[in-house]
């Protein structure tokens, strides 16, 4: 079966490098005629690993195409992921199976609720990427991705699939609390590598900051009913601050490039969260806030 990818930003293609590579037929679904276009200029997706680059040509092709789509990646940015599946539903065949790789929370449901006929698996992803040039990717590190779905606890018949590419996987019966730790992590570091316009290592010279917001984080995700996912969670930040000090954040290169970020789905969406269940958690509010401002400054959407 064909593996449809929307998305071809860094993990999308690294997906469908890997995927092409081991055998299994992919098609690219790009946004536009101009996309479309300027992928055919170049002939394919570039994978670059262990200093090594590899040019792959797939097939792709616009959204508007007409063949039926059975299995898709989901690929795109969170706040273009209702949009991306309301312009490829009608492609969608029976019993079609989604997986959702979107940071934060909020986009998987929206997506779920608008195709209730298809099968919407999320994922959560480690795995480290970045785009060195157009449908061009850099497989920076060896991470691991979580997948599940809260509504049918079944695997699906793919994950060999992934196995056969090289993708580090595993199913879980919990994804949610898999993204709800993923969103703290980002919660706890990205926001603040854009207010102090630093990389990740130098957040280890705001040590009490990054342990109240982790405190907060903590209780949210208690609250929330996923005890599990808090556990260690001010040690992993620690560490992953460590691990990366010398990159900058996937948010502060969206506002250093002008980009619109993903704060609805991540620190946005823990706020809300925190509301509803009737939790006052000022650093985190203060977070939020500060954030909001800055990007306004900036002229960035805030949502």
Known sequence: MTWHILGAGSLGTLWATR??????????????????????????LTLVEAGHSQH?????????????ISRLLLACKAYDALSAIQAVAPRLAAGAELILLQNGLGSQDAVAAHVPHARCIRASSTEGAYRD?????????QGQTWLGDPDNPTPPAWLSELAS??????????IQARLWRKLALNCAINPLTVLLDCRNGELAEH?????????????????QGHAEAAVGLHEEVLKVIQATAANYSS?????????????AYL??????AARRLGLVLPYLNDLQHRLLGHLRARGLPTA
């Not at 792959?56 to 039926?68: G, R």
């Not at 590419?165 to 919990?174: C, E, K, S």
């Not at 620190?267 to 809300?272: E, H, P, Q, S, V």
């Open 133 to 141: 040039g157009d449908f061009r990717v850099v497989f920076a590190g």
């Open 207 to 223: 040590g009490a900051e990054v342990k109240a917001l982790c405190a907060e984080l903590d209780l949210l995700l208690r609250t």
């Open 19 to 44: 995927l092409a590579r081991a055998g299994f037929p992919v098609t690219l679904l790009l946004r536009n005629a101009q996309r479309l276009a300027a992928y055919e200029a170049v002939g394919g």
């Open 56 to 68: 792959i040509a797939l097939p792709a092709q616009s959204l508007e195409a007409c063949e039926p």
């Open 267 to 272: 620190l946005g969406y823990a706020c809300t």
């Open 165 to 174: 590419a090289g993708i580090p996987h595993q199913w879980t019966h919990d």
């Open 251 to 263: 948010m502060h290169q969206d506002v250093a490039g002008g980009r619109r970020t993903e704060i």
